[in-house]
């Protein structure tokens, strides 16, 4: 039973166009993030929502936006993708916004043809 | 400004040759360091936690170091199920930001 778990796997769409992640944990905890890393293997905080609540919202071109219906869900949306999008997002969580250990989930590569 | 380097890029080893990682760190407000594996095409998983200079923590054949500029990823006598990314993360300040390095790919080679 996986623990943290996103969808898509892989995601290839064209420029201009919209696309969703989903993301659900089942760990119990109260905190959720988004992270993209690129091709160099950097991870960069995207977001973080804390019981459903918006904590950090890092400097993320207003195209992208987060969605967390409830605590163990946390989406995202994008809006006109460009190319630099492209990149493996991942979705982690953890026990609380003070804790250190991250899960994470397996990611989901997005291409921007 | 807050920064996390890691050192090799890249690292291959034969099977059973022992080597370190560095990860050195430049933050206020250390709140934890930790270190994470990564295989490919996953997510990473997590491996230790360290929270003040001289400790230490070890898991099978990894053990990591912390001072307070950097920390060490030592792995005695690899095996090439050690082949993987090693990332290191920091979290700082008083809003429990996480930093990470770019990473460490280790090969071992058999």
């Known amino acids: 039973d996986t623990a943290v778990s996103q969808t898509p796997k892989y995601l290839v769409t064209q420029m201009g166009n919209d696309k969703s992640i989903k993301c659900e944990q089942n760990?119990?905890?109260?905190?959720m993030y988004w992270y993209k890393q690129d091709s160099k293997k950097f991870l960069k905080i995207m977001f973080s929502?804390?019981?459903?609540?918006?904590?950090i919202n890092e400097t993320v071109p207003n195209r992208f936006s987060p969605k967390s219906p409830d605590k163990a869900h946390l989406n995202l949306h994008i809006n006109s993708l460009e190319l630099g999008d492209s990149a493996v997002y991942f979705c982690?969580?953890?026990?609380?916004?003070?804790?250190?250990?991250?899960?994470f989930g397996e990611g989901s590569r997005l291409t921007v043809l | 400004e807050d920064q996390v380097t890691q050192s090799p890029e890249a690292l291959r080893l034969q099977e059973g040759e022992s080597s370190s990682l560095n990860c050195s760190y430049t933050v206020s407000g250390l709140r934890g360091l930790f270190w994470y594996r990564q295989d490919p095409g996953k997510g990473p998983e997590f491996l230790f936690t360290?929270?003040?200079a001289g400790e230490e923590k070890e898991k099978e054949r990894l053990k990591a170091t912390l001072t307070k500029k950097e920390s060490f990823l030592h792995i005695t006598a690899p095996k090439p199920e050690d082949s993987a990314t090693y990332l290191c993360?920091?979290?700082?300040?008083?809003?429990?930001?996480?930093?990470f390095g770019t990473g460490t790919s280790l090969t071992v080679i058999p």
């Open positions: 982690a969580s953890s026990f609380s916004l003070s804790a250190g250990e991250l899960f």
């Open positions: 929502y804390n019981n459903k609540e918006l904590i």
């Open positions: 760990l119990g905890h109260d905190t």
């Open positions: 993360a920091v979290q700082a300040g008083t809003g429990n930001q996480f930093y």
């Open positions: 360290l929270y003040s």
